[in-house]
Structures are given as C-alpha cells and as structure tokens.
C-alpha cells in the first residue's frame, strides 16, 4: 500500500440537528482529500452529549450527508474495521483506556465534587490565579482512590498536565501553532458517570481508527492542545491538523440564523442543487489556482489541496450561491433538469403534463428566470392549468379601457384557432389579429393578454407561455378576467 493511500479523514458530527454549511464543508473537505488521495472517509457520531444528541438528529445529519453525495466508507451504519463507530458504543473503550493512563501514571481519579470545583474556582479568581484545578486529588495514593472507587465512591479521571511544556504543532492551513506551558490545568477525561469529555474520546477514537488528517472548524483550535497531550500520553503518532476559516455572514458577523438559511436541508427546501451547494462551499476556505468558481464534483477531487486553504474568514455570499446554483441548474440536460424539479412541483402541488416534449419545452421557457428549483415551482404554477389567480398589479391592468376590447378579440381567434395548442409561429399571426381586431397595440395590447394568461402584466414572452396551455385554459382564463 502506498503512503497515500493510507489517508484516512473522518467527519464527526455530534448530531444535535440538522447538518449546517459549516459541518457540510467541513464533511466536504475531508472527503474530497480522501477521494483525492484514495483514502477513507470515515463517519463517526459523537453522540455522548446525551441531553442533545438524538437519534432524529443523527437521521437528519445522515440524510443531508447522502443528499450531498457525500458517502462514508467506514461508519456507524455500514461498519468496518474499528467498528463501533458510535461514541455512545464505545464507552467500555475509553473507561479502559483511562485505566491505561491511571496504570501509567499519568491519570488519577478526581473525588472533588461539582460544589468542591466551584469553590476552588471562586479562590483561585479572588488570588488572580488562572482557575485551573488546584491538584487536591493529584497527590492521593492512586490505590486507595481505586479501592474507594470499588467502594461506590464516584469520582471523575483527570489528566496529569505537564504544565511547565509548551505545545507545537504545524497546521496544515495555518502554519505552526504554539501553545505556550501553563494554558490549562489537570483536566477531566472521564467523567464521574462514565461519560467521556470530548477531548478524550476524539483523541482514543481517531487514535484507534489510525485517523491521518484532521480537518476541522477553526473553533477546535484550542481543543488541539489538550488533545495533543492525551496523543503523548498514548506514545501514539497526531494526525496532521488543518484548522478551517470561520464562515461570517456578509455583515462579517459569524454565520448564524440571523443570516438566513444556514442549514443545508433548508437549502434543499428552498430549491438548491446539491452539486451546487457543494461548489460553492468548496470555495469558503480554498480556492483554485487557476480561479476557476464552477466545478464538477469530479474537477473539485481533481482540484482540490490542502495547499490552497486560506485560514481568513470565509463570507458567505448569497448572491455568488444564487449564481452557482443558477449556472449548475441552466447547464442540466432538461431531462435531468425536469427530474430534479419534479418532486418539488409534486410536493407544492404544482399540476404538469406528462408530455416529455412539453416539459422539455416548458424548461426552456423558463430556465433563464430560474436561479433555484423554487423559482420553478412558483413560473409553472403560471401554466398549472387548476391554478389562475390575478395579482394586483393584474387587476390595475384590467381596469383599463383597452382591455376589454383586447380580451374579446384574444378570445375570438384563440376559439377560432383550429388546434389545441398554439405553436409560437401561429402566436405571432394570433397576435396581429388581436391587434387589428382590438385597435390596440403595445403595452395596452401585450399586458391585458398577459394577464389573461398568467395573471400578472410582466414575466416571461408570451410567445414562450402560450405553447405551453392548452387553448381551452387560454379561453377560461380570458373569460374570467373579463368577469372581473
Ligand atoms: N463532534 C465535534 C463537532 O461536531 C467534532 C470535532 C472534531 O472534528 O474533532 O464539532
């Protein structure tokens, strides 16, 4: 086996809710090394927060990870060597591996209760001293703690923190990372009801799973130096870590709700592709050499290196994602285009014709107005031939004098036109006859017929709607508009 192909990346989401953008391009990045690479892409649930994690969530997180195309090669539910992939299964792998260090030395069990903590806590700010745990349990005969702990007496694992060392390591996108000595006390790894910290159980787990490269939030940078001395502790090999931009709302505040939709299954909703939401997420922390912004998800693999990750703030562009979205969906065959659209149209209750050809047709009507699949579902509605309804700005133009005549003359030829439908050619011919019947020309021609035909004076050419409804629709349509 080659040194690349030993590559193994890992997502691990704590399921909590639905997957948002940052976890998407964290899941993103790991996985385009590991295609890139040809190594693993691993899925492993932190789920020991038990208050939050819930097992709806972990389904949301998974659906929106297989929604993306993100696919895991190693998880919780499709196994593989290290299995289980649950932190909530593995709690007898990191008790015995806090006993490991307890062996060692370089772990000893903690008796101070919550109350004790807080207490030493306020001293050490009353004293000016940094609130690290003050070491009372350090210094007890670790086989009489043991006995006490046989005993039924709880107690929590603590870490033995070398605090007089610093801590060095070269992040792959910021470069070298220094903690100096004394940033944290002895701190807990297991707590006193068997729960481990989630510093402890990402370190045995990726320890374990002889995980490669961390790539992950920049949040967790200070995570990595507690997490650096448990890899000493265990004689075992750090990954390499790269430590992600943040994302900032275009007010360069961090990306939160405020901003909008921040979840990708909200994205999903609001009708973006995923292949989209993938390129552009792809661009929120690397770029290319070349400046190229629309990918395949086959030119990202190409593409994609750790060498061109930028650790400044990402923003999240709204209008750039509109603009992604709109180029990936314009360049879908429309038949592929037409099958992606069609759940949406089903679940708002949009009517369409079965018709291969009016669909293909339909499409190229109206993919130049489409940035998402949503603003599909709101221009077939126009020619849903169960959905009329005039706007208001609809009902200022049928209030004009020149539109009744206008509306009887569409009436009269569109009767009068020997087929069902009405091809773009014969619009042209049905429209000079309107004009010439009605006395009526430009706007006071064109809004009043449009109106009767989709309900509002502007939006897409008549001569690309009308083909589309069936001659009948056009005289219903018309004869209520004149009613009103
Ligand atoms: N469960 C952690 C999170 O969701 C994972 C952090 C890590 O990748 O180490 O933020």
Known sequence: MSSENSVRVRFAPSPTGYLHVGGARTALYNWLYAKKKGGKFILRVEDTDQERSTIEALN????DLKWLGLLWDEGFDVGGPHTPYKQSERLSIYKQKANELIDAG???????????LEKKKEIAQKEGRPPHYDGTCRNLDVQQSLKRMAGGDKAAIRFKVDSSKSYTFHDLIRNEV?????MVGDFIVLRSDGMPVYNFCCVVDDGMMKITHVLRAEEHLSNTLRQMMIYESFNWPLPLFGHLSIILGEDRQKLSKRHGATSCHEFMKQGYL?????????????????AQE??????????FDLDRMTPSPAVFDQKKFNWVNATHLRALPNEELWSRLVPYLDEHKVGYKKDVAWQSQALEAFKSSMETLMDGVQLFRYIDDNHFEVSAEGLETLKWKEA??????????????PH??????????????????SGQKGKFLFMPM???????????????????????????RAEKCLKI
Not at 107 to 113: G, Q, R, S, V
Not at 178 to 182: D, M, W, Y
Not at 275 to 289: K, Y
């Open 60 to 63: 949301m997180q998974v659906g």
């Open 106 to 116: 370089k772990a000893y069990p903690c008796f101070c209760t919550e109350q004790d």
């Open 178 to 182: 220094t903690f100096p000595p004394n």
């Open 274 to 290: 995923p292949e989209a939401l993938l390129n552009f997420i792809s661009l929120l922390g690397w770029s290319s050499p070349t």
């Open 294 to 303: 629309i990918f395949s998800i086959d030119e990202l693999i190409k593409q």
């Open 404 to 417: 009744e005549p206008v509306l009887r003359a569409w009436i009269d030829v569109v009767r009068n036109h």
């Open 420 to 437: 069902d439908f009405i091809t773009e050619a014969e619009f042209a011919d049905l429209q000079n006859k309107v004009k010439d019947q």
């Open 450 to 476: 449009r109106v009767s035909v989709i309900g509002k004076p502007h939006g897409t050419e008549l001569k690309l709607l009308i083909p589309l409804i069936h001659k009948k629709v056009l005289i219903e």
